[in-house]
């Protein structure tokens, strides 16, 4: 079976997505069109960001049900990155905070979709 590289999640304004996520990422797209953007991450995953209206076949349910998750080495990355993402505008839904499985938070972009960013805890860490 084929090894999975690339996420599409469906966006209401392709363009806004576009810029929210260049400036969260801090790199300009792959490639874009005026309904779809793909981004490139460091693990090698890529993210798509394709207009909603454009989706073939149609979407039939709104909305995220996932969250993409950023990992970083340590406790004050996880503290960076929510100043960074601060700055770019994202919506923080959870303010950082120690886990099970790690210190995080959670943000979302403008269409609602979560993103996690956490470093992991002592025990679950290689």
């Known amino acids: ?3 999975s590289n690339l ?6 304004d ?7 996520y260049e400036a969260l990422l801090q790199r300009p797209p792959l490639e874009h069109t005026a309904n779809f953007s793909m981004f490139a991450l460091d693990s090698g995953l890529k993210l798509g960001l394709w207009d909603r209206a454009k989706v073939e076949p149609a979407a039939t349910r709104p909305g995220s049900s996932f969250e993409l998750v950023f990992a970083v080495p ?11 993402w ?8 959870q303010e950082p905070v120690m886990m099970d499985f790690g210190y995080t938070f959670v943000a979302t972009d403008p269409d609602g ?3 996690r960013v956490f470093s992991p805890a002592e025990e679950a860490r290689p």
Do not use: C, Q, T, W
């Open 74 to 84: 340590g406790n004050k990355d996880v503290d960076d990155a929510l100043v960074a």
């Open 14 to 20: 392709a363009p806004r997505s576009r810029h929210f």
């Open 113 to 115: 979709h979560r993103l």
């Open 86 to 93: 601060k700055a770019h505008g994202a919506a923080i839904v």
């Open 1 to 3: 079976m084929p090894n």
């Open 7 to 12: 996420v599409i999640v469906y966006v209401e």
